[in-house]
Structure formats: C-alpha cells, structure tokens
C-alpha cells in the first residue's frame, strides 16, 4: 500500500506565493507519474500540473507561466510551487500518483487526502 500525505496549503492573498508538498510513503518499488489535481466547490477535480518520473511535465493552461511542477526522486517527494495565485486557485489540491510494488510490475493509482488551498482577494 502506498500513502501520499500533502502539505503546505493555507490562506494567502492574491499575487502571493504556497508550495505544497506531497511526500509518499509505504510498501513501493517506485513511483511513476505523478500529479497535482485540485477540485473547487461544486466543480470537478482537474489535473492541475504532471510530472514522469523521467522529469517531463505538462501543465493545465490555467497553471502555465504561475505553477511549477518537481519531484525529487530520492525522498519519493513532489512538490508545486505557485505563485501569483488568484481567487481562482481556491481549491483541495490533491496528490496522486502511479506506483508499483515490484519491478516489471502494474503501476497502481493512489490519491492523498488533499490540503486546502484558499486565496483571498
């Protein structure tokens, strides 16, 4: 079993800066992809930003020249440093990601239990 715990959320005013942190823990060979998701109230869960563990990224256009995705490899971590937030970012941010427990094994999909974001104008 794998277990993603985030952290790093909190209040900050427009224009202002977070990064959150998702460390995984638990029984894993490796990580594959992983991702930052964040769901709104009364919206749908959206990818906000992913990351191979190659180091490849891709962003959603909302994210794109404000967000950055990264992930250190050896402390099986990521992390998303924001900046220039909006009202707009408010949101449970999420952490997920692809691990498997053996080598040439299926990767298996696991969320965290999010860490709130709230953006004040």
């Known amino acids: 079993q794998v277990q993603l715990v985030e952290s790093g959320g909190g209040l900050v005013q427009a224009g202002g800066s977070l990064r959150l942190s998702c460390a995984a823990s638990?029984?894993?060979?490796?990580?594959?992809?992983m991702s930052w998701y964040r769901q709104a109230p009364g919206k749908q869960r959206e990818r906000v930003a992913v990351i191979t563990s190659g180091g490849n990224t891709n962003y959603a256009e909302s994210a794109k020249g404000r967000f950055t995705i990264s992930r250190d490899n050896a402390k099986n971590a990521m992390y998303l440093q924001m900046n220039s937030l909006k009202p707009e970012d408010t949101a449970v941010y999420y952490c997920?990601?692809?691990?498997?427990?053996?080598?040439?094994?299926?990767?298996?999909?696991?969320w965290g239990q999010g860490t709130q974001v709230t953006v004040s104008s």
């Open positions: 997920n990601a692809d691990a498997r427990r053996n080598y040439g094994s299926t990767y298996h999909n696991y």
């Open positions: 638990g029984s894993f060979f490796s990580l594959g992809a």
